[in-house]
């Protein structure tokens, strides 16, 4: 049974910074391609940035290019979203999701097996 736990979340001035983190046990982390989506309310979930198994391949929406970053360490099982510029409209719950198969990242929540419980994050003008 994979699990994975977020934390990091916060209220920010809009323009600060937050890295959130998730943790995962239960599973073989290193072959999981990975993922951040967020959720406002009355909104529905929407795709933020993955990471492939390797690491060496990432996506992000357009609308965080330039200001997140994804990363991952599999020695600590723990990947991380960096992020920088906060603006109000980043204000969600952010949730990490795991792809077991690992070949490919998808923008699609369909695509993955194993979610976490979510980090609210808050940012205020």
């Known amino acids: 049974q994979v699990q994975l736990v977020e934390s990091g979340g916060g209220l920010v001035q809009a323009g600060a910074s937050l890295r959130l983190s998730c943790a995962a046990s239960?599973?073989?982390?290193?072959?999981?391609?990975l993922a951040w989506f967020r959720q406002g309310p009355g909104n529905e979930r929407e795709f933020v940035s993955a990471?492939?198994?390797?690491?060496?391949?990432?996506n992000y929406a357009d609308s965080v290019k330039g200001r997140f970053t994804i990363s991952r360490d599999n020695a600590k099982d723990t990947v991380y979203l960096q992020m920088n510029s906060l603006k109000p409209e980043d204000t969600a719950v952010y949730y990490c999701?795991?792809?077991?198969?690992?070949?490919?990242?998808?923008?699609?929540?369909?695509?993955?097996?194993?979610w976490g419980q979510g980090t609210q994050v808050t940012v205020f003008s």
């Open positions: 999701a795991a792809d077991r198969r690992g070949i490919f990242i998808y923008v699609s929540s369909a695509h993955y097996d194993y």
């Open positions: 239960g599973g073989t982390f290193s072959r999981y391609a």
């Open positions: 990471i492939s198994s390797s690491g060496g391949r990432t």
